[in-house]
């Protein structure tokens, strides 16, 4: 990675200036068909993929509201047209959100209205040539499905939305990426995207046991497959042995410690990520999150408690009732529904975010922290997108930013927030979501990070911080790799949850 | 030419009412399988209603999005709004008492509503990301709108034709009776170019005012834990089970 090249901060923040054609050809690795051929779509390119993709454009917009109204809706305004970090680090104008869109718009309009048909230059309809599908490929590999540009055009246009068509479309006649499509491969195979056999799994979890056991001297537990267990934890397979994620996860075993909480993971079901969200099919998303589904009903838990992960709570706060029937308030005719809500336990949110249990404890009382035991950092937090803009946590608007941030004010003393600009509902992506986490796409990745990398360097210099929490087990990936390429150490970055296993004081309630 | 001119006023009111409503239950009728809220998103019915009257008489996200877009717009919007209203006299008999009192105000609207296009303009022309991204329609669309405010401003400022018989074309129109309408060519472009804005509206991009109200990213209350919400295409995969 050492030949990329960071772009430089801007001084003061300025629209950068055009660059047409700047990420031409900087698309991912193209799946081969064995990967495709997996998931059920179809190897390769075929001669008639033309009309495959139209009649699956046809499909989308009768089944999705979204897509129907955003391609219709758009003025062209450009409210969202610096409102992207891969546009603000790339300055291809294609990587502006409405861009990106109108590459799919301009098929519409020529394929589905009239205009279009009739004259098509007016109105900038285009037929759907192999030039026009590779750019799809291309550019709607360059999008990570923030949702940032959503929060300012005024008909909520969402992008993602596009994003997740155009890729449902591209798999639907076989050009699918490499990266989303392998690793959804896996959890089918295996149950979870890094590939993990349950018995590795197992070995890994009593190593971490005989960790904690070492540094604090107490027998802290990492059950695996408890049945009658009253919590089950779905967390993404990265805590189980990536770093830092790995501390996030002995920070919740702390936490269910320490509260005496019956707790377990499933070997069947070890993910908490769902790239079929990713990929924007629906079929996907929802054969993925089926495992919870009957994980939670073999082990008979009554809570589910998802770990730190940006898009895998966006499906779980937002998808899994409706997916899977993990939630509440079903039609009492649901069957599919009432057979796994009856077993929950309705007194909490299901499924809650490990920052909700872990708040909820800390509000009554049941958690004790040695704060200084943070001192040597200075804090500062992340908004990750998903859990920004695609969900919620403690049942209130703007619950899912107070959380995260009153466990680190309860576990640390320095704390300080990055330009408001760039955090809440306007935060930036750190550059890797939405399936572009992968080595193929490290010229956008690393480009895309640039706002969020401004604006860390800005409280690096004025206030000194030197760790940035977060939520997310791809923002931690991400920023791992992208942090030395501007001159950050890369444990500058960790999780909320890593912080809380600092202070936690067990054994003393 | 009175004639010909009604004909097409029929012909274009027809297609936006037929193309706007068939539209309009296009959009109703297509399911939102999942649930899309763009943050900050209301947890009530309540609060969604809250947050579209803020969009619809506010442009709130324009607004958070873009200052100079959001000034000329809404200036432009809402001129528009009370130019309509003031029009309104041409089809009621007696004229309503609120559309009497508005009259010198939608006079000063027709110059902000011209103000708050050439902003739009601008900013398309000298722009260079909007530049980029504007089709030949996008500036033919200003263009439109600039002629028939300006036609309207020029009828009123310039040379007045007869709005008596103005209104007796429309109030007659509205019995299906044609009359005559006053050859001035002012007006006939005035009228021409507000019918071609109807003809068009239900295919292009003026689709955006319907489409605000079905945006699911604005129009979802966030309470997916609370209330299990389902299409009905996707409900048919756990039958199929």
């Excluded at chain 1, 936490?255 to 069947?268: D, I």
């Excluded at chain 1, 009903?297 to 895998?312: D, P, Q, S, W, Y």
């Excluded at chain 1, 193929?440 to 940035?468: H, I, Y």
Aim: with cysteine.
């Amino acid at each position: 990675m050492a030949d990329i090249a960071p772009p430089a901060y801007r001084t003061f923040p300025i629209i950068p200036e055009l660059k047409p054609g700047a990420m031409e050809g900087k698309g991912p690795f193209v799946a081969p068909d064995k990967i495709n051929e997996a998931l059920g779509f179809p190897g390769h390119l075929e001669d008639d993929w033309h009309d495959k993709a139209i009649a699956k454009m046809g499909d989308l917009l009768s089944r999705y509201r979204s897509l129907k109204v955003y391609m219709d809706a758009c003025v062209h305004c450009g409210a969202c047209s610096d409102k992207c970090h891969y546009f603000i680090g790339t300055q291809d104008p294609k990587n502006m959100p409405v861009a990106r869109q109108d590459l799919m718009r301009s098929v519409y309009r020529r394929y589905f209205t009239l205009p279009g048909k009739l004259f098509p230059k007016l109105v900038g309809a285009r037929d759907l040539t192999r030039e026009v599908l590779d750019e799809w490929f291309n550019y709607y590999h360059q999008c990570s499905e923030c949702r940032r540009c959503s929060v300012f055009c005024p008909y909520g246009i969402d992008t993602a939305e596009v994003t997740m068509a155009a890729r449902e479309i591209l798999d639907s006649v076989g050009y699918g990426q490499k990266y989303a499509n392998e690793i959804i491969g896996k959890v089918h195979k295996i149950g979870n995207n890094l590939g993990l056999p349950g018995p590795a799994l197992i070995d890994t979890l009593e190593g971490l046991e005989e960790d904690v056991k070492e540094a604090t001297g107490v027998d802290v537990r990492f059950p695996m497959d408890v049945k009658g267990a009253e919590v089950l934890l779905i967390t993404p397979s990265a805590d189980f042995f990536a770093e830092p994620h790995i501390d996030s996860l002995i920070g919740y075993a702390k936490v269910f410690h320490a509260t005496g909480t019956s707790w377990t993971l499933s070997s069947m079901s070890s993910e908490a990520g769902n790239f079929g969200l990713f990929i924007g099919n629906y079929d996907q998303l929802r054969t993925i999150a089926m495992r919870i589904r009957q994980a939670a009903l073999e082990l008979g838990v009554k809570r589910i408690v998802v770990g730190e992960c940006g898009h895998a709570w966006r499906v779980a706060y937002s998808f899994w009732n409706t997916l899977t029937g993990v939630g509440d308030g079903a039609d009492p005719n649901d069957r599919f529904a009432q057979m796994l809500q009856k077993q929950l336990d309705h007194r909490y949110k299901q499924p809650s975010h490990i920052c909700e249990f872990t708040w909820d404890m800390i509000q009554d009382e049941r958690l004790v922290f040695d704060k200084s035991k943070n001192d040597k950092y200075v804090i500062t937090y992340h908004d990750s997108c998903n859990v920004a803009r695609g969900s919620n946590m403690g049942g209130y608007p703007g619950g899912q930013f107070d959380i995260p941030r009153n466990i680190i004010r309860a576990v640390a003393n320095n704390f300080v927030e990055m330009d408001s600009s760039t955090s809440y509902e306007r935060t930036f992506c750190c550059g890797g979501g939405g399936g572009l986490l992968t080595d193929d796409l490290m010229d956008v990745r690393v480009k895309g990070a640039l706002p969020r990398m401004e604006k860390l360097q800005q409280v690096k210099d004025e206030e000194g911080v030197n760790f940035m929490a977060c939520i997310c087990a791809i923002c931690k990936a991400q920023f791992t790799k992208v942090l030395p390429i501007y001159g950050f150490d890369r444990k500058v970055v960790g999780g909320v949850h890593q912080l809380v296993s600092n202070a936690i004081q067990l054994g003393v309630k | 030419m009175s004639t010909l001119l009604a004909i097409f006023i029929y012909l274009s009111t027809l297609v936006f009412v037929v193309g706007l409503l068939q539209r309009i239950r296009d959009y109703a009728g297509t399911p939102a399988p999942l649930k899309i809220p763009t943050t900050p998103a209301p947890t009530t019915g309540g609060g969604v209603v809250l947050r579209m009257v803020r969009e619809v008489v506010f442009f709130e996200s324009l607004f958070k999005g873009n200052l100079w877009t959001w000034v000329s717009g809404w200036l432009f919007h809402f001129s528009m709004l009370l130019v309509v209203f003031r029009h309104l006299r041409y089809f009621t008999e007696p004229v309503w008492g609120w559309v009497d009192f508005i009259q010198p105000f939608g006079i000063y609207a027709g110059i902000t509503m011209v103000a708050g296009l050439l902003g739009l303009l601008a900013r398309r022309i000298f722009v260079e990301r909007i530049r980029y991204i504007s089709t030949p329609s996008d500036f033919l669309m200003l263009v439109l709108l600039i002629g028939i405010a300006s036609s309207g401003l020029l009828m009123k400022f310039v040379g007045h034709p007869d709005v008596i018989m103005v209104k007796n074309y429309f109030l007659g129109l509205m019995h299906l009776s044609i009359r005559e309408l006053p050859s001035n060519f002012v007006l006939y472009a005035h009228l021409s170019m507000v019918f071609t804005l109807l003809l068009i509206f239900p295919m292009s991009k003026l689709l955006h005012a319907p489409g605000l109200f079905f945006s699911p990213s604005r129009n979802q209350a966030d309470n997916p834990r609370e209330k299990r919400h389902i299409a009905p295409w996707a409900a048919k995969l756990e039958s199929e089970k």
